[in-house]
């Protein structure tokens, strides 16, 4: 989780746009046995995808190691305004 946390506020940070202070908000849900992180920041949610880098790019593996480590990961626009990036973790907890 921590990783998955990092690189979607790093994300955030570098992507995220606009004209007025802003701040980027990490929230988190216990769902039955599963952990849902969002990450909220104020870019746009078409600007979000998933890369397929080259192996010397330097850039582009924060959404590709979410999706493979994530149950699930979902973006789209944020209540806030702006972007939600969120992830699933499974089994976060015991039953």
Do not use: K, Q
């Not at 990490?26 to 880098?53: D, K, Q, Y």
């Amino acid at each position: 989780c921590t990783l998955m946390i990092s690189e979607l506020v790093t994300n955030a940070i570098c992507y995220g746009r606009s004209d007025e202070e802003w701040l980027v908000r990490v929230e988190w849900f216990r769902e039955g046995t599963s952990l849902r992180v969002e990450v909220h920041n104020p870019g746009f949610p078409a600007n979000v995808r998933l890369r397929r880098p080259d192996a010397d790019d330097a850039h582009g593996r924060g959404l590709l190691l979410v999706d493979s480590i994530a149950e699930s990961w979902h973006s789209g626009p944020s209540r806030f305004g702006g972007t939600v990036v969120s992830f699933v973790m499974a089994d976060a907890w015991p039953s």
